[in-house]
T-cell receptor
Framework: AQTVTQSQPEMSVQEAETVTLSCTYD???????LFWYKQPPSRQMILVIR??????QNATENRFSVNFQKAAKSFSLKISDSQLGDTAMYFC???????????FGTGTRLTIIP | GAGVSQSPSNKVTEKGKDVELRCDPI?????LYWYRQSLGQGLEFLIY????????KSGLPSDRFSAERTGGSVSTLTIQRTQQEDSAVYLC?????????????FGDGTRLSIL
């Protein structure tokens, strides 16, 4: 079974700073997908970024980028120039090819301080 | 709107009652997923549908939980004889189809509170 671990329950940074959220996972599979979702107080889960395991290049979406280390089974999220609207819970998720459910970590609560 | 719609937004009920939670996926999405989020926890997979079929029901915690989907669209998650441990936020998601590279789009969830 796959597991996803987020070891930072809470983090806070000053506005405009850069912050990195960590995520590790455990799987014996070779083909899979990794995601970061953001959950603001509104409860809706919003897709931030995704990475296909077969791609060596790290995914980037504007201020959000990942550091995908397949051998180490690590998938961290970097938020550059953080903004107040980035305050939310962030969940790392794993999606195995052929097994369609998402397996989530327990989340990191990120607070951006004005 | 064009997003995943869930109703009710909040539900408070007494222990032992049955509840029905509804999910209306994004138009054209053939795959639909149910997850449960307990306080301070990540999301726990319950069940998913491809069309009207449920290939994976492995996450349903007990036989008190059931789900159906009709017409390849709206889905209903039913919890019978509710218990206090059923209190959680129930989230629904849909994707274009049940293929791993298709992102899942989530609704706002139903917060269920069992008294």
């Amino acid at each position: 079974a796959q597991t996803v671990t987020q070891s930072q329950p809470e983090m806070s940074v000053q506005e405009a700073e850069t912050v990195t959220l960590s995520c590790t996972y455990d799987t014996s599979e070779n083909n899979y997908y990794l995601f970061w979702y953001k959950q603001p107080p509104s409860r809706q889960m919003i897709l931030v970024i995704r990475q296909e395991a077969y791609k060596q290049q790290n995914a980037t979406e504007n201020r959000f980028s990942v550091n995908f280390q397949k051998a180490a089974k690590s998938f961290s999220l970097k938020i550059s120039d953080s903004q107040l609207g980035d305050t939310a819970m962030y969940f790392c998720a794993f999606h195995n090819f052929g097994n369609e459910k998402l397996t989530f970590g327990t989340g990191t609560r990120l607070t951006i301080i004005p | 709107g064009a997003g995943v719609s869930q109703s009710p937004s909040n539900k408070v009920t007494e222990k032992g009652k049955d509840v029905e939670l509804r999910c209306d996926p994004i138009s054209g999405h053939t795959a639909l997923y149910w997850y449960r989020q307990s306080l301070g926890q990540g999301l726990e997979f319950l069940i998913y549908f491809q069309g009207n079929s449920a290939p994976d029901k492995s996450g349903l915690p007990s036989d008190r939980f059931s789900a159906e989907r009709t017409g390849g669209s709206v889905s209903t998650l039913t919890i019978q004889r509710t218990q206090q441990e059923d209190s959680a936020v129930y989230l629904c998601a849909s994707s274009l189809n049940a293929v791993s590279n298709q992102p899942q789009h989530f609704g706002d969830g139903t917060r269920l509170s069992i008294l």
